[in-house]
């Protein structure tokens, strides 16, 4: 048995998340219930499998902190894997993103979701619990600037999640780690870095959220997830993150840089075999803008219910629309593979130095990069296959 198996299993399950833990058999979440299957993984072997995934330059700062974050594709799949340390010794959680290239289409979102990236500038925010979609849909979003206009769009992510080959737009994708020592480093330096759209992985602090609302403000179309059920939640999750005494401030700047925010679940459909979202997307018309201001958050409920004609939706709008959709994309093994680029990083990259390396010094401790692809070939950005043939043989 090899973590790449256990990857193509779950996928073809239809697994969103994968949990592997020492002496416990692998568990898999289908439709939001784990279910466990196979026999109890051996400490030693799961050992192997994250020295692999961590590389050996970065395996003394896995000691250190005991956890670790990255992504990788394996058999195909892009996934998003955290490491960490428990009481029975290494474990993992795999979450196994989309297999293919994330659109609104391929997501079956409502069409109108395309409308707000057309804006220059302000803030969208995707909001959601853990599992929800959050990362997909803005995924989703930045591939539709990508496929209609030519923009310079800088993302960053911990880790990079979906990978995107520039079409139209000028894309650069850094990752918290690797390419740069904190959100807020990234932030700071991409206001010097003549950004057209800026995509924020996830605001956790409010100094991530301040530089975040101030990238808003200053002539950039800025898109960010954050963590609540509904977008009422997710605007006061913000203003509440700052001291009492600045917030009425944050109030007014969230309120004069917002353009939308969308609140998601995943539902799931036994007729299609699959998890649809379903949306709640509230507009920043005048009226909204006035109560963000005020922190009047408990009147932005009547106003999504009244503000259909502005483009707003409610969650029980939203899922009458899905019932009565007719065209869905189904994932199937022939879907096209999500878009990647042709340099391969170095898996040991994932984590610099404390407070040392710079992102210049990490890519020359990278390896060369594979020739160039035929132009008529598909680009691949991160590895294929995840180096796992070697984890075998050492377990043979």
């Excluded at 990788?72 to 993103?97: D, K």
């Amino acid at each position: 048995m090899s973590l790449e198996s256990l990857i193509a299993v779950a996928r073809q399950q239809g697994a969103s998340d994968l949990h592997l833990e020492a002496a416990l058999p692998p568990a898999m979440r289908i439709r939001g219930a784990l279910r466990t299957a196979g026999e109890p993984l051996p400490a030693q072997t799961l050992l192997g499998w994250a020295r692999e995934l961590i590389g050996e330059a970065s395996w003394p700062h896995f000691l250190e902190r005991r956890s670790a974050d990255l992504s990788r594709t394996i058999q195909g799949v892009r996934c998003r894997i955290n490491v960490l340390q428990t009481s029975r010794g290494v474990g993992m959680a795999v979450r196994l993103l989309a297999p293919f290239q994330a659109t609104i289409e391929k997501l079956n979102l409502h069409p109108d979701l395309k409308k707000l990236v057309a804006a220059n500038n302000g803030l969208i925010l995707v909001s959601g619990p853990t599992g929800s979609g959050k990362s997909s849909t803005l995924a989703a979003l930045i591939q539709e600037i990508n496929l209609t206009e030519t923009r310079h769009i800088v993302t960053v992510e911990s880790p990079i999640e979906y990978t995107f080959r520039p079409r139209r737009a000028y894309i650069r994708q850094r990752e918290v780690g690797r390419d740069t020592p904190s959100f807020e480093q990234a932030l700071l330096d991409a206001l010097r870095e003549d950004p057209d759209v800026l995509m924020v992985g996830e605001m956790r602090d409010p100094e991530t959220m301040r530089l975040t609302l101030n990238a808003s403000e200053t002539g950039h179309l800025v898109l960010a997830t954050v963590h609540s059920s509904t977008c009422s939640e997710a605007l006061q999750r913000i203003i509440s993150a700052f001291p009492a005494e600045i917030q009425s401030g944050v109030s007014a700047q969230l309120a004069d840089c917002l353009l939308a925010v969308i609140s998601q679940r995943l539902h799931f459909r036994p007729d299609l075999n699959i998890r649809v979202p379903e949306c709640e997307i509230l507009m920043a018309t005048h009226a909204i803008k006035n109560f963000v201001r005020n922190q009047d958050f408990f009147k932005i409920i009547s106003a999504l219910e009244t503000g259909a004609e502005h483009g707003m939706w409610t969650f029980q709008r939203y899922r009458g629309w899905v019932e009565n959709r007719k065209s869905w994309f189904i994932p199937s093994d022939n879907a096209e593979p999500p878009d990647t680029e042709s340099f391969e990083t170095a898996p040991v990259a994932a984590a610099l130095p404390p407070a040392a390396a710079t992102p210049k010094s990490a890519k020359k401790s990278a390896p060369p990069p594979p020739a160039p692809a035929p132009a008529s070939e598909r680009i691949e950005i991160e590895p294929v296959e995840g180096g796992f043939g070697k984890i075998l043989k050492k377990l043979e």
